[in-house]
Nanobody, 117 residues
Framework: QVQLVESGGGLVQPGGSLRLSCAAS????????MGWYRQAPGKQRELVAT???????NYADSVKGRFTISRDNAKNTVYLQMNSLKPEDTAVYYCSGSVYGTGYVYWGQGTQVTVSS
């Protein structure tokens, strides 16, 4: 089992910044990738960014150049630095952890990000 706990969400004005954190515990070595997804009201959950153990990073086109995913392996923590936030970034952001060889994905409980003036 892996537990993922997000923090750092909140209310921010357009153009502002937030940093989300996700701390993993449990069988963390079973994960080959960690990432962030988001779900806005009435929409499906979508990929925001992922980071593999090998260092590969992948971003949704809508956040490229504005968001940066990073990992602190010593702390089993993944971060999402979000800059130049837009109202359309408003969503619940979920941390994910993908397990080697099974396709199974662990999810955090989610953290709300609201971009509004």
């Amino acid at each position: 089992q892996v537990q993922l706990v997000e923090s750092g969400g909140g209310l921010v004005q357009p153009g502002g910044s937030l940093r989300l954190s996700c701390a993993a515990s449990g069988k963390v070595p079973s994960l080959y990738a960690m990432g962030w997804y988001r779900q806005a009201p009435g929409k499906q959950r979508e990929l925001v960014a992922t980071s593999t153990n090998g260092g590969s990073r992948n971003y949704a086109d809508s956040v490229k150049g504005r968001f940066t995913i990073s990992r602190d392996n010593a702390k089993n923590t993944v971060y999402l630095q979000m800059n130049s936030l837009k109202p359309e970034d408003t969503a619940v952001y979920y941390c994910s952890g993908s397990v080697y060889g099974t396709g199974y994905v662990y999810w955090g409980q989610g953290t709300q990000v609201t971009v509004s003036s």
